[in-house]
């Protein structure tokens, strides 16, 4: 069989149908919503009569005082719950978590990539930055001890020397 392809006049007929139909359905369903909160408006709230003495309006007062303290007890408890609910999912959350296992490490490939090219990728390809590691390296200069090549001589006569007083008091002359 032959498809045949659709006219773009038609295609932009068809859309155009589509939408209105519904729009309408749209247009529908909100002023549904709108008659269903208005129903349950008047089911909840009479309409007020305010002719009357003052002692009728502060009763009416304080019994709209009592419906509000109500319905703040009930939108409390229902916060309470949801909040304790939400905890209890979180702990489950993790317990399952917990019973899957540790989450495993994938493993990475090894990438051999220059400094140079990893700051391009890095920063892009406006900033031309080159890094050369080794010039910021300090220069340490390395210092030979004498005092370890000189103390490594004879061992016999370092004793010697340092035997009897006269030792004794060039050990103390020489660390002073």
């Known amino acids: 069989m032959s498809e045949k392809k659709m006219t773009s006049s038609r295609r932009h007929h068809l859309k155009s149908l589509i939408l209105q139909i ?12 709108e008659q269903e909160k208005q129903r349950y408006m008047d089911e909840t ?3 007020l009569s305010l ?3 003052v002692q009728d309006l502060q009763d009416l007062c304080r019994k709209l005082h009592q419906q509000i303290d109500i319905a703040d007890e009930q939108r409390y408890d229902m916060e309470s719950k949801v909040a304790k609910s939400n905890k209890e999912i979180d702990d489950l959350k993790l317990k399952v978590q917990d019973l899957k296992g540790k989450f495993k490490k994938p ?10 090219a990893m700051l391009q990728a890095l920063l892009g ?3 031309k930055v080159s890094m050369d590691l080794r010039a910021n390296l300090k220069q340490v200069k390395k210092e030979t001890k004498e005092e370890e090549k ?5 061992w016999r006569k370092n004793i010697e ?7 004794r008091k060039k050990m103390f002359e020489s660390e002073a």
Request: glycine share 12%; with cysteine.
């Open 107 to 116: 493993v990475l490939k090894k990438v051999r990539m220059s400094a140079d």
């Open 150 to 154: 000189e103390s490594v001589g004879d």
């Open 161 to 167: 020397d340092k035997a009897g007083m006269d030792g």
């Open 51 to 53: 002719s009357g003495t």
């Open 45 to 47: 709230c009479p309409s």
């Open 125 to 127: 390809s406006k900033h």
């Open 22 to 33: 519904a729009q309408g359905l749209l247009e529908a369903e909100a002023a549904e919503a």
